[in-house]
């Protein structure tokens, strides 16, 4: 009895370290193509997140949108499979708030299955049109 107690106790431990593990994997810069275009989503330890595409940087802790700043920073549910990241985007001196609702998969520590929800929905599934593959970078 003992030692089925303590395998019980080791498993709910190497759980807990997998779902932290997720969110300190996901940290870096990660680099995808998306119909012949390269482009990189980089998620800092801060809480900060953001795209280059055509060296043009959006999110972060500060960019700028149609003439206001703004920043867009992620939030992570890893206890979901796929795991869910919320990217959060605020613009300064209003009250608009936007969240583009997520889903991603490690297929190995360097590379990162990642996809998006349209119209205010989080996808579900990984297919061609809404998911891309992200190479770790650093």
């Known amino acids: ?11 709910f431990s190497l759980t807990s370290f997998n779902a932290n593990d997720i969110k300190t994997q996901l940290i870096g ?3 995808g193509e998306d119909k012949g275009e390269i482009g990189k989503m980089v998620f800092q330890k801060n809480g900060y997140a953001y795209f280059e595409f055509q060296n043009k940087i959006f999110g972060g802790e500060s960019f700028e949108m149609n003439g ?3 920043s867009m920073k992620y939030v992570i549910d890893d206890r979901k499979n796929p795991f869910n990241v919320d990217l959060i985007i605020s613009v300064e001196g209003t009250q608009m ?16 299955q990642f996809a998006m929800g349209f119209e205010g929905e989080r996808t579900k599934d990984f297919d061609n049109e ?3 593959i992200f190479n770790k970078n650093n």
């Open 1 to 11: 009895m003992k030692k089925i107690i303590f395998l019980l106790l080791i498993s």
């Open 29 to 31: 810069e990660w680099i």
């Open 68 to 70: 206001k700043k703004g």
């Open 97 to 112: 708030k936007q969240t583009q609702y997520c889903i991603g998969r490690f297929i190995n520590k360097s590379k990162l």
């Open 130 to 132: 809404n998911s891309i």
